[in-house]
């Protein structure tokens, strides 16, 4: 059982390392984040009521993300293993996710810790853009798209989240600071952490991710 957490502040590259984890150990990511954006997009109540905290760079409820990812986790394509991504956020979702993972028999194998200085982290995700058709990440700078404005992999347009706007991105980072980064002290003492500096070019940290799995 593959079982992995992907602990990071915003733009720490936990969306891009995961896809890349997915697809060579095929084992499903699990981004809290895409699925509350997919709650919203649909205009389901669930949806209606996280937009508010999403837009303003708060957390949204602990009970709701933790009622998402215990659905998530019994589906089939967990069997071998899953990769968290941006869940848990708060020591009482740590505290849930350990409840569930041994209610429904799985395990965490490994807690990566990706760091990125803090002045970083802004230019990343001010400049991300996203591909609505197939969820492909780029960077206008530092992992632009080969025609602009457009998926490399499916041609659909590129758009900019509505939280990376700067002044929401500096209440993720404080909202990070305060109810996140406990987590790597909560952690430290299970053995499952392991750092990772996510600086530079996106294969060799995904290489040393790699190492680290296998
Ligand atoms: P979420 O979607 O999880 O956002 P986040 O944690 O703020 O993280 P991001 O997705 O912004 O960054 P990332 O680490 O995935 O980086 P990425 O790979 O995209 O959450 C959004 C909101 O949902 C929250 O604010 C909250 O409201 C709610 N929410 C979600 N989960 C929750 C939970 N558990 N509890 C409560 N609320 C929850 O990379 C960023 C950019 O950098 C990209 O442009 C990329 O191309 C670029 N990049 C990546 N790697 C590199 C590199 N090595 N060098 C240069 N550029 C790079
Ligand atoms: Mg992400
Ligand atoms: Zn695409």
Do not use: W
């Amino acid at each position: 059982m593959l079982g992995i957490i992907l602990l990071g502040p915003p733009g720490a590259g936990k969306g891009t390392q995961a896809k890349k984890i997915a697809a060579q150990f095929s084992i499903p990511q699990i981004s809290t984040g895409d699925m509350l954006r997919e709650a919203v997009k649909q205009g389901t109540e669930m949806g209606r009521q996280a937009k508010s905290f999403m837009d303003q760079g708060g957390l949204v409820p602990d009970e709701v993300v933790i009622g998402i990812v215990k659905d998530r986790l019994q589906a089939p394509d967990c069997a071998k293993g899953f990769i968290l991504d941006g869940f848990p956020r708060t020591i009482p979702q740590a505290e849930a996710l350990d409840r569930v993972t041994k209610e429904l028999n799985k395990e965490i194998r490994v807690v990566l810790s990706l760091e990125v200085d803090e002045k970083e982290l802004m230019e990343r995700l001010c400049g991300r853009r996203t591909c609505t058709g197939c969820g492909a990440m780029y960077h206008v700078k530092f992992n632009p798209p080969k025609a602009a404005g457009k998926c490399d992999k499916c041609g659909t347009a590129l758009i900019q989240r509505d939280d990376d706007k700067e002044e929401t991105i500096r209440t993720r980072l404080v909202n990070y600071k305060k109810m996140t980064e406990p987590l790597l002290r909560y952690y430290q003492g299970s053995g499952k952490i392991r750092s990772v500096r996510a600086t530079g070019d996106i294969d060799a940290i995904y290489a040393g991710i790699a190492k680290i799995l296998q």
